[in-house]
């Protein structure tokens, strides 16, 4: 487990306020566990390369029921609110690597997405900014579902992620690229509502991160801007990355009926619905191309599913 760091004096005369002027709002005060100082943040630093760096690399796209941090190094709030250099954090690891033996893939992974992704989305944010808050790529319009505020569904992996988002401020990149986004993009909701709902709900949101994230990396609304091809995928992969389908009414096999899974429903669905789009995309051509192989009765009730999927929510 990562440390824990009992709030300061400032920290719970900021829980006290949050307390009493926002009472009705979404989230759990008790449950503050951050670092709010650069010494704090040093130490989570150095706990990290310590105890979960190794296994890092392996078990970074990981997902597991009642298990929120896995082996995530929890920086992310600290090195967008300016509580640690990210040098600093690059140095660290660099250090693991060469006197500690931290296994290669484990600290490039890491490094990647401080030095590389997430410098990129700085100077996406920078040339792109502000029109880019606007752009809607795939027409989305679809309302935002109002069980992203409370984590009550029927689905396991939706419950889980948010359920932990509300708890903590936390998911880590892959509960909101492959959970939430995935679904949010799935089922067409308007990207500048998912950007808002970010921003909102999580601790290391800052906009010149959080927004090309989701806007570009998780909802295709710039048209490839930022990342080439849409993340889409069926339930399989959820229940691949995790063992959330297991506790799950829906099976991730099932596009239609009563146990369809909504995420394999509104995968085919969106295959349809952009298949000129991305019929011919040099790296999607093979996913559209699997429409073909499924019979157009099939595709048709699949569609209306979808299409009462969205009614519904």
């Not at 009992?6 to 008790?30: Q, S």
């Not at 490839?224 to 799950?248: D, E, F, H, Q, T």
């Not at 051509?285 to 519904?312: F, M, V, Y």
Request: overall charge negative; hydrophobic content about 40%.
């Amino acid at each position: 487990p990562s440390p824990s760091f009992d709030p300061d004096a400032t920290t719970r005369d900021v829980i006290g306020l949050v307390e009493r002027e926002f009472a009705d709002h979404p989230g759990d005060l008790d449950t503050f566990d951050w670092p709010v100082t650069p010494a704090e943040a040093h130490d989570l630093l150095q706990d990290f390369t310590e105890h979960r760096l190794a296994l890092f690399g392996t078990y970074q796209d990981a997902m597991w029921a009642g298990e929120p941090f896995l082996f995530h190094s929890l920086l992310s709030s600290s090195l967008n609110l300016k509580l640690i250099d990210p040098r600093n954090v690059l140095r660290a690891a660099e250090d693991a690597l060469q006197e500690k033996g931290a296994p290669l893939a484990s600290v490039e992974g890491f490094v990647r997405q401080i030095l590389g992704w997430r410098e990129y989305l700085r100077g996406i944010y920078w040339a792109r900014m502000p029109d880019y808050a606007s752009l809607n790529a795939l027409d989305a319009g679809q309302d935002l579902p109002d069980f992203f505020w409370t984590g009550e569904t029927d689905m396991a992996c939706l419950r889980a992620a948010i359920g932990q988002t509300l708890r903590y401020g936390y998911a880590h990149h892959i509960q909101r690229l492959m959970v939430t986004g995935l679904f949010c993009l799935l089922l067409g909701v308007r990207p500048r509502s998912v950007h808002e709902w970010y921003l909102a709900v999580y601790v290391d949101a800052v906009e010149w991160v959080e927004l090309p994230n989701t806007l570009g990396m998780s909802q295709y609304a710039d048209d490839g801007y930022l990342a080439s091809k849409p993340y889409v995928a069926s339930g399989k992969y959820i229940n691949r990355m995790s063992n959330y389908c297991k506790g799950c009414r829906y099976d991730p096999d099932q596009a239609t009926g009563e146990a369809a899974c909504p995420y394999t429903t509104l995968y085919w669905d969106f295959l349809v619905r952009h298949r000129e789009r991305f019929t011919h995309h040099p790296r999607t051509a093979l996913q559209w191309r699997n429409l073909d192989r499924l019979d157009p009765r099939k595709l048709d009730s699949i569609c209306r599913q979808a299409d009462n999927l969205r009614s519904a929510l």
